[in-house]
């Protein structure tokens, strides 16, 4: 219970416009929907633990408290950041004392994922007998950062980050809550909402900072810029988010969209990521994705490394940036990974079958004696230095492994192939 002192307190303009309901929670209507996992939970008056995952300032909080309230449930808040094992028992025995009086706990741990593992498997028996409905909120990928064994006993739950119309819809929000409209121009509206990157609270938190500092006339983007600062974009390198760009990264590329692989580029360098990272994963696309529908990528995805690694940064950047053009703007094939994997399997499959007797080298007599390098053919000295031999081990039958595509130099390879094929149908070789 407040005091009369702290309700008199000034609040922070998104703490006032915290939702009091979950139909005014902005923004995640796929959960939240007539028919959709929160408002099923909450008609059949059946709530499950869950763990709700999404960027910060989406609403888990609020959603976790308004959940609590709408099923007449005790609410108890911890951090694990601020929280250990001793603060884990208090609320339990708690839990259970109000379990005997007939009253449910709703237990929210914010940043859930901080705890250990041992600390996460402490939750697993008071899960399992309904001491606690836990509902856990987390930035980071669950399926990394939690027990298989409490992700099996909850549901995950995934938040967005604000669109833009949600952003808005705070916007006007604001407006009412203060009873007079934002003294920005159209384009510096837009601005804002972009600068909030999806995050409500961000968002709210530079409404006031605009407020502070409204005078005559409308701000423009140029003044809000010196006004507000930009939100620092999301990214982790050691966690999902290093996962989730370098994967958009290497599909844009792949799908041959230059400008998107830029773009993912760029958002890895803001960042922070280390150029040499991603130096390395245009190496593996040019050799993965490109192969020899262009022999010269796997040069130019070398030489970017190395310039880097010469310049440093920001110069060096550029010969990155360059890189991506390149692999993005080169054809594609994958023949020679698929090739490389067939060829893996038929290793395995086959055993340890031997070379055919007529090309293994015979360097002492009883080698030859044993019909080492008999019949071979030196294909130097045949018409179109082409002999049309096997070299498939004895019982096995030929493989295609390698399938070039109609792209690129590939195309010439595939010319070769076949002619060769065609040399060795006349040879008598299948």
Not at 75 to 94: C, M, P
Not at 316 to 344: F, H, R, W
Not at 364 to 372: F, I
């Amino acid at each position: 219970m407040s005091t009369l002192f702290e309700s008199a307190a000034p609040r922070p303009l998104a703490d006032r416009l915290r939702p009091a309901k979950l139909s005014d929670v902005v923004g995640q209507n796929h959960l939240l929907g007539q028919g959709c996992p929160i408002a099923r939970m909450i008609d059949s008056a059946k709530l499950t633990s869950i763990i709700l995952w999404g960027p910060p300032g989406t609403g888990k909080t609020t959603i976790a408290r308004l959940l609590a309230d709408q099923t007449k449930l005790h609410f108890e808040r911890l951090s694990a950041v601020f929280s250990g094992v001793q603060d884990l028992r208090k609320i339990f025995e708690t839990a259970k004392g109000k379990r005997e009086m007939g009253l449910g706990t709703l237990l929210f741990v914010d940043e859930i994922h901080r705890f250990n593992r041992a600390q996460q498997d402490g939750f697993l028996p008071y899960v399992e007998d309904g001491t606690v409905i836990l509902v856990g909120a987390t930035t980071e990928n669950p399926s990394f950062e939690l027990n298989a064994a409490l992700l099996s006993r909850t549901q995950v739950l995934v938040l967005n980050r604000l669109d833009d119309a949600a952003l808005e819809e705070l916007l006007v929000r604001a407006e009412t809550e203060n009873g007079k409209t934002l003294a920005l121009d159209r384009d510096a509206r837009a601005a804002l909402r972009a600068m909030a990157d999806g995050d409500g609270r961000f968002l709210l938190n530079m409404v006031e900072a605009v407020q502070a500092q409204a005078g005559e006339g409308d701000i423009d983007t140029a003044r809000l810029t010196e006004v507000v600062q930009r939100r620092v974009p999301l990214y982790d390198k050691s966690q999902d988010g290093h996962y989730n760009l370098i994967s958009a990264l290497h599909k844009s590329l792949r799908g041959s969209d230059t400008d998107a692989a830029l773009y993912w580029l760029a958002r890895m360098l803001a960042g922070g990521e280390d150029p040499r990272y991603i130096a390395r994963r245009l190496l593996r696309f040019a050799s993965e994705d490109i192969g020899l529908a262009d022999p010269q990528a796997l040069g130019h995805a070398l030489a970017a490394w190395e310039t880097f690694e010469r310049l440093g940064s920001p110069e060096g950047e550029l010969a990155i940036a360059q890189c991506v053009i390149y692999l993005g703007t080169a054809p594609k094939s994958n023949a020679a990974y698929m090739a490389s994997k067939a060829a893996a399997r038929a290793a395995q499959n086959n055993g340890s079958l031997e070379p055919p007797k007529h090309i293994l080298n015979a360097p002492t007599s009883m080698m030859k004696d044993l019909g080492y390098g008999d019949g071979y053919e030196y294909d130097h000295n045949t018409e179109d230095a082409f002999s049309g031999q096997n070299y498939f081990p004895d019982g096995m039958e030929r493989q295609k492994f390698y399938q070039p595509v109609e792209r690129g130099f590939e195309r010439d390879i595939a010319k070769r192939l076949e002619y060769w094929d065609k040399l060795r149908r006349e040879k008598g070789q299948k």
